[in-house]
């Protein structure tokens, strides 16, 4: 029997926990909520934790504009080791001297703002429709092109021996795992990622998130769809421009609305996310049935 607080589709902010794939996160989700459209924002690592979005029912819609917010991420980045994976569950491939503190200071700011970054060999970007991970797994080596992502802000938040524990606010698509193996070939070195830990994605704070064990307990609550898009400009229609989006036609794009992208609204009710099209709104996801 389904939950009848996510019956209606929603936002779910789960602190996921280590040890499991966010896939499988989804699963138990949609095993404890009896609800099987289920969906998440932003994959993490079986080793990672923290926020993980779940969008629910029609929610799954909005899924395009969550994924594209940025991230904040807690990690601890050992040095002296590089792994297979560069992750803990990799098998140790280069060992070397832990740089010192003041190298590891210089090198933070070469790997801040806009990066072409090369993803980890054990990722999930295809080639020729192939898995880099699939292939690596298999001995064989996958030339991936680099990715244009964003850096925004390193924190060194403190220092043990061979880790360092940072903060680092990044544009979706960053792999903080590459983050560090570059680190420590920027040191010098080598380095792979101990441990992360998703403490925000766009408006979302892993604060407010809720864990496993909470939904099996009906300890959860779920946010409105129209959660998802807060950071959009709010358009709202009378009731012709609101049977007109339903029914996926455009409206006036009038002065008063900024931007290439907003929320259009009937009252309390997110009707639509729709793109500048010229004088109009086209709408490209309609969350209304006609």
Do not use: N
Not at 78 to 107: H, L, N, Y
Not at 108 to 130: D, N
Not at 253 to 273: I, K
């Amino acid at each position: 029997m389904s939950d009848p607080r996510a019956e209606a589709g929603g936002l779910i902010l789960l602190d996921k926990p280590a040890g499991i794939t966010s896939h499988t996160a989804v699963e138990r989700a949609r095993h404890l909520l009896g609800i099987r459209r289920i969906g998440h924002a932003g994959t993490l690592d079986p080793f990672a934790t923290g926020l993980l979005i779940l969008l629910v029912g029609r929610a799954t819609r909005l899924l395009p504009f969550l994924d594209a917010e940025p991230k904040v991420y807690r990690a601890t980045i050992r040095f002296g080791v590089r792994t297979t994976t560069d992750d803990p569950e990799g098998t140790v491939i280069a060992e070397s001297a832990v740089p010192e503190q003041e190298i590891v200071e210089r090198a933070i700011p070469t790997l801040t703002g806009h990066l072409l970054q090369r993803p980890p060999a054990f990722s999930a970007k295809r080639v020729a429709g192939v898995r880099a991970y699939a292939a690596a797994r298999r001995g064989e080596i996958i030339a991936l092109e680099p990715v244009a992502v964003t850096v925004h802000k390193w924190t060194v938040l403190a220092r043990s021996g061979a880790d360092l524990e940072v903060e680092v606010w990044c544009s979706a698509g960053t792999y903080v795992r590459a983050l560090a193996r570059d680190l420590g070939e920027a040191c010098g070195s080598v380095a792979h990622l101990a441990a992360l830990r998703r403490t925000g994605s766009g408006r979302f704070s892993v604060d407010d998130a809720q864990s496993l064990e909470q939904l099996e307990h009906g300890d959860f609550r779920v946010l409105s769809a129209g959660a998802a898009v807060e950071h959009l400009p709010v358009l709202e229609l009378d009731d012709l421009d609101a049977r007109r989006i339903t029914h996926g036609q455009t409206v006036t794009a009038g002065l008063e609305t900024r931007g290439d992208v907003v929320a259009l609204r009937h009252g309390e009710e997110l009707l639509a996310v729709a793109m500048r099209d010229g004088a109009s709104w086209r709408p490209r996801v309609v969350m209304r049935d006609a």
